[in-house]
C-alpha cells in the first residue's frame, strides 16, 4: 500500500487554471525501434565518452561547493559552438543556458509572460509551448497554420498586429510538421509582433535555411532564438538547452531563474559534448539523406508526406491515427500520435530503424 494513495487531483487544493489539463505524454515504451521523441539515433562515440567521463571526473571531488550560478565557461562553449554553426558572431553574453530548452522556455515565460500577458503559437506546433503557458499564468493564443501546415506569413503578420500578444514563438523547423520559415517572413512577423518572438530553433543544424540568430542584432529587444543539446547534437539525456539574445534579455532571466539551476556534473558533460561537436554533427548529413529515402519510400507507398526539413517526417493520411499507431507498436516501431487527425510523426532513425519503420508501413499503407 503507497501511503496517501485513496486521494487523487481532485482531493488536493489544486489551482483552478490546471484542473482538467493533462501532462506532456509522449510515452516511453520498452521497443526496439523508437521514433517517437526525434532524439539522434547515434549514442556518443566512446572517444566523446572518455572525455565525459574525465570531465565529471576532474569536478566530482568539488560537488560540496555550489555549481557556476552564471555558467560563464559553459555559455563562452555554446557561443563559440554558435558562432561557428550560424556564422553569426555571439558573445557569451548572448548565451543563456538551461536544464533543456523546456527550462529556457519556461524562464522566458516567466519574464515575459505571466498573469495578464498573453503568448500566441501557430498550431500546430511544439504541445510544450500551451503547456508552460499554462503553467506560468500566460494566456494561450492559438493562431492557425494551413492546412498543408505552411505558415501564411501575411496572415500570420496581421493576426500579430490585431492580437499583439506579448511572447510569440515561431518553431522553425517546425514540430510536428517539419517545415521550416526563411529570414525575409521573420523579419515581416518580427516587425508586426510588439512582444517578444521566440523562434524555437531545437532543430535549427537539421535546417538549410540560416538561423534566427543572424536577426538578433537588427531586433534586439525582440528577437530570442531557443536552441538545444537534445536533437541533433546527441545529448537529450544531458538536459541542456540554451538560447541566443540580446544580453539584455539573459539579465531578463536572471530576475527568474532559480540560483545554481545548471549542476556542476551538467555543466562539465556539456562542455565535454561540446568539444566533440564536429564529430557528432557528422551524423546530421546522414540523417538528412535518410529522411529523403523514407519519404521517397512512404510516397511510393501512397502516404502524403509533408515536405521536413528536420530529423523527423508527419505523414499520413489514415483513417484513423490511433489504430495505425497502434499498429506500428505491435510491429515494434513506436511512431508518434501527435494528435492531427489522420496523421503520424516519425523520427529519423538509423538505416536499419528506418527500414524496419519502412517495413512495417508497407502492412499499413493507407
Ligand atoms: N522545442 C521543440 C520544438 C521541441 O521539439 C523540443 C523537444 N521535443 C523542445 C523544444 C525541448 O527539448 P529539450 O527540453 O530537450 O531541449
Redesign the pocket.
Known sequence: MKPGAEIGLDDLPLRDDLRGRSPYGAPQLDVRYRLN??ENPYPPPPELVADLTRAIDAVAATLHRYPDRDAVALRTDLAAYLSQQTGVALDPANLWAAN????I?QQLLQAFGGPGRTALGFEPS?S?HPIISAGTRTEWVPAPRRADFSLDVAAAAATLAARKPNVVFV?SPN?PTGQSIALDDLRTLVRAAPGIVVV?E??GEFSSRPSAVALIDEFPARVVV?R?M?KAFAF?GG?L?YLAAAPAVVDALLLVRLPYHLSTLTQAAARAALQHATQTLSSVHLLAAERERVAESLRGMGFEVVPSDANFILFGRFADAATAWQSYLDQGVLVRDVGIAGHLRVAIGTPDDNDAFLAASKEISP
Open positions: 521523441t526525434n533543456g530548452s523546456n527550462e522556455l511544439y510544450m518553431t514540430n524555437d531545437a532543430y531557443s538545444t537534445s537529450a538536459r538547452g
